[in-house]
């Protein structure tokens, strides 16, 4: 059944994305993927498909955009998002009956190679811990290496996701940056997290609780002279009670990792050493996945096969021990 309207078989592809992200995606995109698809389309995808009529759009057009924008040095990853757009784009469109196929089901996209997995030993996390605790923002740092949070997550807990007695958190929000192409500028705003697998329990251990109690009491000492002092109730805030902005905790970590004289990791690599740790004590993968929120448990087997690599080295080590002694 054909539901397209002959006014629109002058469509451009542009003009088809247009009508795609606005009609179709806007409402079913969370803002920060929104913002992330609109931004790839106007930077990279209008600019050298836009002008080509829908119908007309071939498979070596497209082929020839993915290549030029790897000669143009962009990541073999994000070439991958932008087919992620341009396929899905297309398939509404042949929903809609403006075309009859999928022309970027032709393409042959780039390999993605896998990053390589970067960690810190135990010895290490405490070496950071020392030099976190006179921070201000060492309970949000402790906390995050008791949990493997994301870095949206731990700044989205509210005062209301942990239970004091019982020694848990309840993750159900992240605080997001994302840009707003009618304001053009970028906002904080906290969204609900992408999967269900994101929606979680976490113990904590006792010494965390107390240090995490400790800081809400003095949130709430500050709100008897500033009673507008944190009003979104979040458990990690600015000295002004406001969001702390993501990039500047990562700038935090940074400064942190400095002063330690510890590897340049990112942030998330704390991720990978909370799973990393849990691993190498013989923690069952599945109970790692829904700790760090995993929604395929094949990521966490992707850590646990680096933990693997790390655990055959000390083996072998340990044979040339033995044998040399």
Known sequence: MQYHSTTNFGLTFSQWLDIWMNQFMKIKLRP???????????????PKLGHIQLQNLSPLAIQECYNSLLLENLSPKTVKNIHVII??????????????????????????ERPEIKTLSSEQ????????????????FLLELYTGLRRGELLGLKWDDIDFDNCTIHVKRSLVRVY???????????????TKAGYRVIPIPDFVVAEL?????????????QPNFNSLNLMFV?????????????????????????????LHDLRHTVATLLLQQNVHPKIVQEILGHRDISTTLDIYSHVNIELK???????????NS
């Open 32 to 46: 920060t993927t929104y913002s992330s698809y609109i931004q790839l389309i106007n930077k990279h995808i209008k």
């Open 87 to 112: 396929h899905s784009a297309l398939k509404q469109a042949i929903k809609c009956g403006y075309i009859n196929q999928n022309v970027s089901e032709a393409v042959a996209l780039p390999k993605v």
């Open 125 to 140: 996390v405490t070496t950071f811990l020392q030099a976190a605790q006179t921070d201000s923002l060492y309970p949000a």
């Open 180 to 194: 707003d192409h009618n304001l053009k500028k970028t906002t904080l705003l906290l969204q609900p997290p992408k």
């Open 213 to 225: 109690k400790e800081l809400y009491e003095e949130h709430q000492r500050i709100k008897l002279s």
């Open 238 to 266: 600015t000295t002004q009670g406001t969001p702390i902005d993501p990039r500047n905790f990562e700038r935090k970590f940074k400064q942190l990792l400095k002063k330690a004289n510890l590897p340049n990791i990112r």
């Open 313 to 323: 080295k000390k083996a072998t080590s340990c044979l040339v021990e033995i044998l």
